[in-house]
Each structure stands twice: as C-alpha cells, then as structure tokens.
C-alpha cells in the first residue's frame, strides 16, 4: 500500500468515478483501475461495488475512506510542522452522541475555528462497542460519552459536566396527570429510546429489568425522530434535559414526576493513553472544557 494509491482511492471514493478522478489527478483511467485493484489485492477484499459505469463504497471501501482522510491530513501536519511554512492545517476526527453533536459542540467548534480556521473537522456520532479501538489506532482524535466511566487503562477520560436526564411524555399521555410515576407505571408502556445516543440509555434499561417490568421498547438512530415521536403520543422516553428543554418550556412535552429521584449522567470527553496533542487537538480540548463545563 502506497500513500499516492491511498490519494487516488480519495479520490474514486469522493467522485464515485474512475473517470472524473482521473481528470482530477490528471492521469489516465487506466493508471487509476490499476492502483484500485492494487489496494484491492493487498486487503483481499473489494473497495468498490460496479454496478455499470456507477461505483459505490463497499463497508470496506467505506472504512478504508476514514483512514485515507486521516492519512491524507496527517501528511498535510507533517509537512506544515516541519517546514513551518503555512498556517496549521490538517483534519481532527471527532466522535460524540447527537445530543453532545447538537447541544454541545457547536459552540466548541466556533471557538476552535477562531483558532485555527484551516483545520477541518470530522464529527461522528459515537459507535461505543469500536471506540477504544478507534482511539488506539489514531483514527479518532477525541470522543464523547453520556456514560459515568470508562473502564479501560488504555484510555483516559475527564468529566466535563453533569447532564440531567428526564422521562418526558405527551401531556394528555396518560402517566402525564400523576403526580409520581413509578417503575411499575412503565409496565405495558411504549418506550423510545435512541440507539445510538451512548450508554444512558442503560438506565431505563436497568429500571425495566430491576423491576422485572416489560414494556415495547423502539429504537432510534435520531434523538429528533424520537421526540417527533413522543409529541405525537406514540410513548415516553428518556432523554437528557438539554434535548428536551425547548419542548419542555413550551409545554409541548411534559417531564415526569419519577418516584425513584433525580437520573442523571456525566459528559466525559475521552482520548487514547498514548495520544500526542498536537497544539490544535489541544485547543479543541480547552475549548469543549470552557464551553460544555459552562452549558452542563
């Protein structure tokens, strides 16, 4: 594997054409198929689906890419590190739940960006089961979690803040005109809980099987989706109080008056052991430790 296979792979899998990226590195099809299928060989698997003169990204090709990007950005560093020529430049990879994403890090990322306006940002919403191998391997600079700890020695974690969780309801729901709710008031319930929105999740999870509840459990990729959900009377669900808070002001959705006390979660940002910071990694830092300490 190559780095200038490793261009030429960005630049099939940004176009989604061998031709256009040809144009675009200023060579022939045919050089660009055979560094493809190099790279092909060398994994074993294929990068791209053909189906006629259309390519797609495989889930490999589509792995592949987040290395290229980090790959490619990191030569950009190297070069401006070294040489000192340029304004800092390069690519950040940053994983956080959607509510931290929408909540929380626009206003880190307008601190950073008065900073160092030539670093690119890369934002996804968190995979936990592959975040530490992520962290280890380079491709993610930083994350975020909705979760109380992490227990690995490979990683370190810092709690940011404290973040309110709330069961909110429609409020002709039917739980909406108690004045406590119970755990055993969520038995026969629609729950809707996000799928990907970290491990806070877990707690309404734990209630349910403490409390040897069953309950129709639907699952969401979008913390959007879900109140859109709960606004039409589908259910209940459990979601920080950051996300809920416009509803809740507006008395669109109710919060619900839980026996069992306050449910809360920390917000901790986390990076690999090993991790070097560069200085622009560490402005995105300070900055989401002023920013969410001051919001959570």
Known sequence: ???????????????????????????????????????????????????????FLTEAGQVLLRYAEKMLALEDEIFVQVTGKEEPCGLLSVRAPQTVGTYYLPGVIEAFNKRFPQISLDISSCAFHALQQELKSGITDVAFLLTDMISSQELKSEVLGIEKLIIAAHPKHELATRSVVRPEDLKGQTLLLPKHDCSYKMVFEQILTASKIRATVIEYNSVEAIKQCVLRGLGITLLPESALQAEIEQKRLLPLPYSEGPLETAILMIWHKDKWISPALKCFMNAARTIIGKLA
């Open 1 to 55: 594997m190559e780095l200038r296979e490793i261009k030429t792979f960005k630049s099939v899998a940004t176009l989604l054409s061998f031709n256009r990226a040809a144009e675009a590195l200023h060579c022939v099809q045919s050089t660009v198929s055979a560094q493809i299928k190099a790279l092909e060989e060398d994994f074993g698997v294929p990068l791209f689906d053909r189906l006629g003169k259309r390519v």
